[in-house]
């Protein structure tokens, strides 16, 4: 990974705290990439206004019981990350199947039609 390396000292209480943390959630591959994460995460919660970042991000407040249910979900295995439960969810809502068709139709057309011109 490219970047400059920083130093952190932590009490051992709080490096334990992690890698409970790390440990429980796979979408964390290891205390750098919490850490990489919850900085980015403070910062932006902070600043009010997300940081120029090349993936689309989108933060929103979860209801407690329906956050309670989806780690849940995660724990039990139905879902690898909490962020991917949220994306089904988008998907279905956003993306219903004849959408997907539809989108899948006009991209076969087009490339048809450039294979036409071949």
Do not use: Q
Request: hydrophobic share 35%; glycine share 4%; net charge negative.
């Amino acid at each position: 990974m490219d970047g400059e390396r920083i130093s952190l000292r932590l009490e051992a209480e709080d490096l334990e705290l992690i890698d409970e943390f790390v440990e429980k959630r796979p979408e964390y591959s290891n205390r750098s990439h919490l850490a990489r994460i919850a900085i980015r995460s403070f910062i932006e919660h902070d600043v009010g206004s997300p940081i120029r970042s090349s993936e689309n991000r989108v933060s929103i407040k979860v209801p407690g019981a329906i956050h309670s249910m989806i780690e849940r979900m995660v724990e039990m295995g139905y879902y690898t990350s909490f962020e991917a439960a949220v994306e089904e969810v988008l998907r279905k809502e956003f993306l219903p199947r004849e959408k997907m068709e539809d989108v899948k139709g006009k991209i076969f057309d087009e490339e048809k039609k450039i294979l036409e011109r071949m």
